[in-house]
């Protein structure tokens, strides 16, 4: 058995948590705050636009959900310029996976929009409000709680996800692992190291979204 270098693991350390902190959390963050103003928007569309704007948003989430990520990132970064669009890869990597994130969060948002019982409704238009006073300050707040954890998981795989950038040349958490285990060619050490990185992120963004929903309970009646 390969005995574990600790000078290269513990020298590691500070590029993988670099990419971390430069990378993969930057790019998650913007990623899915674009995701999620693309997916209230195409939510909006399924729920009360007009024929033709119900049947785009039904595509745009069918074909999303129905392609891979790494197809739809490659489409971006290495198809576009065959149409004359070039994008650089972080640009290109928040396209794709902001458009992947409006396509998942879309339906999170149109449910639990649905969620919220007609009562509501009835009881905002009988003190005076219009439909989309109604959404913004009556439906949409208690629809957030609804919608709080399968958003967040669906954050926490993104920032998984971001790994794919790499591929396009992003300089991420993963990228910066693949090039010291270039170098040492210590690939198991390496990816393993990653694979902690990862888990370790994600045990915190578990840890926040607990804490989140604890505070969201407290302003549901019992």
Not at 130 to 136: D, W
Not at 137 to 144: D, E, K, M, T
Request: hydrophobic share 55%.
């Amino acid at each position: 058995m390969t005995e574990i270098d600790w000078d290269l693991v513990l020298g590691s350390l500070g590029p993988i948590a670099g990419g971390a902190i430069r990378g993969t959390i930057p790019l998650a963050l913007a990623s899915f705050a674009v995701g999620m103003v693309l997916a209230v928007a195409v939510a909006m569309m399924r729920l009360y636009g007009n024929r033709a704007a119900k049947a785009a948003a039904r595509f745009f989430v069918s074909v999303i959900r129905g392609t891979p990520l790494l197809v739809q990132l490659f489409v971006v970064f290495y198809g576009l310029p065959s149409l004359g669009v070039t994008i650089d890869p972080w640009p290109s990597a928040i396209i794709a996976f902001s458009l992947n994130v409006g396509g998942y969060a879309a339906e999170v948002v149109r449910a639990a929009i649905l969620s919220v019982s007609k009562g509501q409704w009835e009881a905002a238009y009988m003190i005076g409000m219009s439909r989309r006073t109604s959404l913004l300050r009556v439906i949409l707040p208690q629809a957030s709680r609804v919608a709080v954890p399968p958003l967040s998981n669906t954050f926490i795989s993104l920032v998984k996800d971001t790994s794919l950038a790499s591929l396009i040349l992003v300089t991420e958490l993963f990228r910066e692992a693949q090039q010291i285990a270039a170098f040492s060619q210590e690939f198991m050490t390496l990816y393993v190291e990653a694979a902690i990185a990862y888990w370790v992120v994600c045990l915190a963004l578990s840890s926040g979204q607990s804490a989140l929903e604890r505070r969201l309970d407290q302003y549901v009646a019992h």
